[in-house]
């Protein structure tokens, strides 16, 4: 699995046979099927039914061993830990977005200034100061 990077599509295509993903995960696919039963990892199907697994189930479902079997974390705790940690994936990569699209609208700024005519300062040169005094009145309704 060394080829792949979380960032490659094959990463994440789900390909893989049930016993396939089994062996490279060190269970049996018996486990794999009550993993994809509870939704801990769940599989993809291929046209005929059968359970299909990415390289990143693969990780995931290694993780879920170690969960398990390691720290002692029942099922339920571990299922609500994937989905902690996969808010926490998404919010990362909305950041990075927004963060992207930040630079994006301070670089098209700098762009804008430069094209000013007097840069750092109003569109509008206001080299005169006003002394005028504006009265409002609110109108009043008909019937007042």
Not at 68 to 87: F, H, M, P, T, Y
Not at 123 to 130: A, D, E, Y
Request: net charge positive; proline share 4%.
């Amino acid at each position: 699995m060394s080829g792949f990077g979380s960032d490659d599509p094959a990463y994440e295509a789900k390909v893989l046979m049930i016993s396939v993903a089994a062996r490279m995960a060190g269970m049996h696919p018996q486990t794999l099927r009550q993993y994809d039963r509870l939704g801990l990892v769940q599989a993809g199907r291929a046209a005929g039914g059968g359970r299909r697994y990415s390289v990143r189930d693969v990780v995931l479902l290694r993780e879920v061993q170690r969960l398990s079997q390691d720290d002692g974390v029942n099922l339920a705790g571990i299922k609500r830990i994937i989905g902690l940690e996969q808010l926490l994936e998404q919010a990362q990569q909305r950041v990075a977005q927004l963060e992207a699209e930040l630079e994006a609208a301070y670089r098209r700024m700098a762009e804008l200034e430069s094209l000013a005519r007097f840069p750092g300062r109003d569109l509008v040169p206001t080299n005169q100061t006003s002394t005028a005094l504006v009265v409002w009145r609110p109108r009043r309704s008909p019937g007042r």
